[in-house]
């Protein structure tokens, strides 16, 4: 099992109990006054024969609350995950936090630095350092637009292929036009678990994909990756308290669904909401009110029970790995971590979500290493207090650097970044003015020329080409070939 | 009318209104603009404008914000609009074209396995003889001006500013 780190002190809580309380029962309210749009007949059915009021005409669901928090109840508190390689076999819920990779539409081509779609050998590459990396536990949906030369309609497969091959890690699965299926196939071709997706189109809407991806993956006994995208101000209330509950009742939606399919289904909600740039539209990824949405919704979910990851972590509207993309990521990823998120999604993102580097993946797990030493939190007992050693020394000329002590506990309070620049200035000058960024380039050229992930099976690996194969053949067939 | 809407407008240009200001605008515009065209068309009136334009995101695809914004503007710019919603299916396209005299078809899909529909309404409008007699503008998120080159439309805009010139340059405006 990957054992990835533990909160070992209070969560932070920005909400008061009653508070709590108070936006339970607006989530609630929406889900029955409100309703949600199910653009899907069989679960319209379904939730029809479980007591929720369903207008099959406009397709409106209202949920009653008995109804929703039933199914909550059905979902596990806390769950194992396995991974084709048992060392990351993950332990979802509870105080345990892991470190995942988010974004990649693109790559940075290593030359120039400039984002364009990956070649066939990057991508595989880009997964190759994401596996090798010891503080990303779990690997998400992204990089997902596959690669160069691929019809829209394999980009999912042929990632989720390569995944397979080169990291023994726990995957994301994404769905589009039924794709997920065949996924599905790849990733049990190879002996592991994956997270499978569905979230809403918000406000409060479902699309058939959606739903369809919700009784292939519980069909196939994977656990449930649910969350929504709410835009604060756009496909939400700007209010970050009035989209906490909106995204909170799009994800109960989603779990009524999950949970009467498939009672006691393991599921794990998403948080992604975020800020509009009112300029232009765009997401305002890292704007500090995502921060206070995360720290709001991992404390909602921790009430609940129901283990939560947060994916708004991991994106910063730079374009650049500079300052402004360093604490866009930085302050939600340790207020989520800090709040009760299971998983924090972090590694490798730049531009928002549309592009992976391989290199900020080498910065970004040091950040998670560090993130993950705050979570140890501080010791309190007679061996830290020292109260001998500090008698022993006395004051100056005594100090502590030869001792035992000393010896021991350094290594445990400090971590040592694997790329950052930490000389003096004159090693400094004499070492060629090296910064993080040229460590951690030189990191990825070691990692690309020595790391390899648990081997396939020449069998597997067939397998895997024939699932694709057979994709290829079942695209083709329905016109959707391009 | 039009002069409060070109205000509000040129204010999101100068960057002194932001999104919110502008599509609450756009839904006054709109309610203010059904109004009044039920009264020229008792009055047998007609509205002096830039053109028309029929607008809606295509069938599949439920994605309002960046459609309503441009639908806005289009307004703004002085076009007379009409906003057909999400989800719009090509047969759809083609009535509300015939119905109001469509100078300009302006579709959007944010998701790529949406995108494509584009394609079938291009042929639909060729095969009920109306493509000649309208331009096609395409934009959205899974839009990119090689793919609207490839299906064969008139133009693509990267955003809703852009958008309002180029239905004006369409229109020789």
């Not at chain 1, 060392?87 to 936090?97: A, N």
């Not at chain 1, 995360?294 to 029970?305: K, M, N």
Request: hydrophobic share 40%; with cysteine; net charge negative.
């Amino acid at each position: 099992m990957n054992k990835g780190f533990i909160r070992r002190f209070k969560p932070l809580e920005i909400v008061t109990e009653s508070q709590l309380e108070q936006v339970h029962q607006a989530t609630l309210d929406v889900l029955m006054q409100t309703g949600v749009s199910i653009l899907h007949e069989r679960a319209l059915q379904l939730m029809k024969d479980n007591d929720c009021l369903v207008d099959f005409d406009s397709q409106r669901v209202r949920i009653p609350p008995h109804v929703v928090e039933e199914c909550l109840r059905r979902s596990p508190s806390s769950f194992r995950v396995k991974a084709r390689d048992p060392k990351h076999d993950l332990l979802i819920g509870g105080d345990r936090v892991y470190f995942r990779n988010f974004a990649g539409m693109d790559t940075v081509d290593l030359g120039t630095w400039e984002p364009r779609p990956p070649t066939r050998e990057e991508y595989y590459n880009l997964v190759t350092v994401l596996d090798a990396l010891p503080n990303l536990h779990a690997i998400s949906c992204y990089p997902y637009f596959g690669f160069q030369g691929l019809p829209e309609v394999m980009k999912l497969s042929e990632g989720e292929a390569a995944k397979a091959r080169n990291t023994g890690k726990v995957q994301i699965i994404c769905y589009s036009k039924g794709s997920e299926q065949f996924s599905i196939r790849i990733v049990k071709a190879v002996g592991g678990e994956a997270f499978g997706i569905s979230h809403p189109a918000s406000p409060l809407a479902y699309y058939p994909d959606a739903i369809d991806a919700i009784y292939n993956f519980t069909e196939a006994g994977f656990p449930m990756h649910v969350g929504s995208g709410v835009i604060m101000g756009a496909t939400g209330p700007a209010s970050i308290m009035g989209s906490t509950v909106s995204n909170n009742a799009e994800i109960m939606a989603l779990i009524v669904i999950i949970q009467l399919v498939c009672p006691g289904t393991r599921v794990i909600v998403n948080d992604f909401v975020h800020a509009q740039n009112m300029r232009t539209g765009s997401p305002a990824f890292g704007d500090i009110s995502s921060a206070l949405h995360v720290a709001a919704f991992h404390q909602i979910w921790r009430w609940y029970g129901i283990p939560s990851c947060s994916s708004l972590t991991g994106v910063s509207s730079s374009k650049r790995i500079d300052f402004q993309l360093a604490y866009e990521k930085t302050i939600p990823s340790l207020v989520a971590a800090l709040a009760g998120s299971n998983i924090v999604d972090l590694h490798s993102s730049v531009n928002g979500e549309l592009t992976a580097h391989p290199v900020q993946a080498v910065l970004d797990d040091d950040l998670a290493a560090m993130i993950g030493r705050f979570l140890d939190g501080v010791e309190v007992s007679d061996d830290a207090l020292a109260l001998d050693l500090i008698n022993e020394v006395g004051p100056v000329p005594g100090h502590f650097l030869g001792k035992e002590h000393t010896r021991r506990w350094w290594r445990k309070e400090q971590y040592m970044p694997r790329a950052a620049d930490r000389l003096g200035y004159p090693e400094w000058l004499k070492g060629g003015k090296l910064s993080a960024l040229d460590y951690a380039r030189t990191r990825v050229d070691e990692i690309l020329a020595t790391h390899s992930s648990a081997p396939l099976t020449a069998e597997q690996d067939r397998e895997i080409e024939r699932i694709l194969e057979e994709e290829r053949l079942y695209f083709k067939a329905r016109d959707l070939w391009a | 009318m039009t002069e409060a809407i070109r205000l509000i407008g040129d204010g999101f240009a100068s960057g002194e209104f932001f999104l919110p200001e502008l599509v609450g605008a756009g839904d006054i515009m709109a309610v203010a603009q059904g109004i009044l065209e039920s009264r020229l068309k008792r009055d047998d009136l007609r509205r002096l404008a830039l053109g028309t334009v029929v607008i809606g995101t295509v069938f599949g695809d439920i994605h309002t914000i960046g459609k309503s914004m441009v639908a806005t503007l289009l307004c703004a710019e002085g076009f007379t609009v009409h906003d057909i919603g999400i989800s719009v299916r090509s047969s759809s396209f083609v009535e509300a074209i015939r119905e109001h005299h469509a100078d300009i078809l302006a579709m959007s899909a944010l998701l790529t396995t949406t995108a494509p529909e584009m394609k079938r309404v291009l042929a639909e409008l060729e095969r009920t003889g109306l493509r000649t007699g309208v331009k096609v503008m395409v934009g959205g998120g899974a839009i990119t001006q090689a793919f609207a080159n490839a299906i064969g439309a008139d133009g693509y805009a990267p955003d809703a500013p852009q958008a309002a010139r180029l239905a004006r340059a369409l229109v020789g405006r």
